[in-house]
């Protein structure tokens, strides 16, 4: 299998210029109906990414967009609100984060990798539930393989006030735990969902995390795969109900090694 494109990390610039997307822009609810499990997650004064959720209380998203990069450490959860079904200043449900937990194998301080891009997913729960029915969380899907399509949900620093679906993504190459694909990515998609069309209805089977180049130049995302990370994380939730996030140094690589997930406790 041809090796995987080397990615630059997306991050949320608002001051670029605006960029032509493909796709369909959701403006509205009605526009949007059966996707309003998908939110902006606003991180105080940096900007924003985009959220899934995936219980009625678990938001999954990219690990660094939850991580100051200059530090190294989590965001303060204080400072993040999650807008599900965001549009033009209203939103189906509006919640602030509780608390989170952010993949062990993520390193905020490491060059970038496709290692680090495989482990660049984060879960946070948020303080209130959202209300079902009106908003379903999705489930997520198994393996995909090159050939296969998927399709993304994603607000940028273009579309910051209604997200744009974009129906034809190509699964390109993929490892173990990265998917190279055809979608089309800005500054701002960061933790976009990527679903694939089952008969049962849309599961997702990654979360954007990068965007690079591919073969003879071509644009192409880079998304981790929820596979084996997001049952990880959602199991450690369930085991420790009560623990919280600190916003100390996360210090890749000094994780329990009896769990594949360490939370960050407030004496860390």
Do not use: W
């Not at 996707?35 to 985009?50: I, K, N, P, W």
């Not at 009625?56 to 990069?69: D, E, G, I, K, S």
């Amino acid at each position: 299998m041809r090796p995987l494109a080397l990615a630059v990390l997306l991050a949320l610039l608002p001051s670029l210029a605006a960029a032509e997307t493909t796709g369909q822009r959701l403006d509205t609810i009605d526009a949007g109906r059966g996707l309003e499990a998908v939110g902006r997650l606003d991180l105080g004064h940096d900007g924003f990414c985009t959220g899934t959720l995936v219980s009625p209380t678990l938001v999954l998203t990219a690990a660094h967009c939850v991580v100051n990069r200059d530090t190294g450490e989590a965001f303060d959860t204080d400072r993040l609100v999650f807008r599900a079904a965001y549009r033009h200043g209203r939103a189906a449900a509006e919640r602030r984060v509780r608390r989170m937990v952010i993949h062990p194998g993520y390193d905020p301080s490491s060059p970038i990798t496709l290692r680090n891009i495989g482990n660049d997913l984060a879960l946070l729960e948020l303080n209130v539930n959202v209300p079902l029915p009106q908003i379903r969380p999705f489930p997520a899907q198994g393996r995909l393989q090159p050939g296969d399509s998927v399709e993304l949900l994603s607000y940028a620093h273009d579309r910051a006030e209604a997200p744009t679906l974009e129906e034809d993504c190509e699964v390109l190459r993929r490892n173990t735990r990265v998917l190279e694909l055809t979608c089309d990515v800005d500054f701002g998609a960061s933790g976009a969902p990527v679903f694939v069309r089952t008969a049962q209805g849309l599961r997702i089977v990654s979360v954007i995390s990068a965007m690079g180049q591919g073969e003879g130049g071509q644009a192409v995302a880079l998304a981790a795969t929820v596979e084996a990370g997001l049952a990880d994380l959602m199991g450690e939730f369930a085991r420790a109900p009560r623990l919280t996030v600190s916003r100390k140094s996360l210090r890749v690589g000094e994780q329990d090694n009896s769990s594949s997930i360490r939370f960050l406790r407030p004496d860390d």
